[in-house]
């Protein structure tokens, strides 16, 4: 068998492409904190917040002790985490999702 053709035979390595995992931002519940400075802190700093999405997670905060308010890439949850600590909320540490 020519050498040509043994190299042909033999499978090429293969790049596996892997996802970065993503990471949960996580509120958790505060005996200090309102209702009104949660929402209000939600709606500033997590893209596309809605009001009412911010109050269901408020809620969700308050009777659950923890919402999970957003889900992505590492830099971003750790941009947001730093933001909505720097408000004051309480928060988990970052985790992956």
């Given at each position: 068998?020519?050498?040509?053709?043994?190299?042909?035979?033999?499978?090429?390595?293969?790049?596996?492409q892997k996802h970065y995992p993503?990471?949960?931002?996580?509120?958790?519940?505060?005996?200090?904190?309102?209702?009104?400075?949660?929402?209000?802190?939600?709606?500033?700093?997590?893209?596309?917040m809605t009001e009412s999405r911010?109050?269901?997670?408020?809620?969700?905060?308050?009777?659950?002790?923890?919402?999970?308010?957003?889900?992505?890439?590492?830099?971003?949850?750790?941009?947001?985490?730093?933001?909505?600590?720097?408000?004051?909320?309480?928060?988990?540490?970052?985790?992956?999702?």
């Amino acid at each position: 068998m020519p050498i040509e053709t043994l190299e042909r035979a033999q499978p090429s390595p293969r790049t596996v492409q892997k996802h970065y995992p993503n990471y949960k931002v996580i509120v958790l519940n505060d005996d200090f904190n309102t209702f009104d400075h949660v929402a209000k802190t939600l709606m500033k700093y997590i893209p596309g917040m809605t009001e009412s999405r911010a109050w269901e997670l408020t809620n969700q905060v308050h009777y659950e002790g923890l919402a999970i308010v957003w889900v992505g890439p590492q830099e971003q949850a750790e941009l947001y985490h730093a933001q909505l600590k720097r408000a004051d909320l309480t928060m988990a540490p970052l985790e992956p999702a």
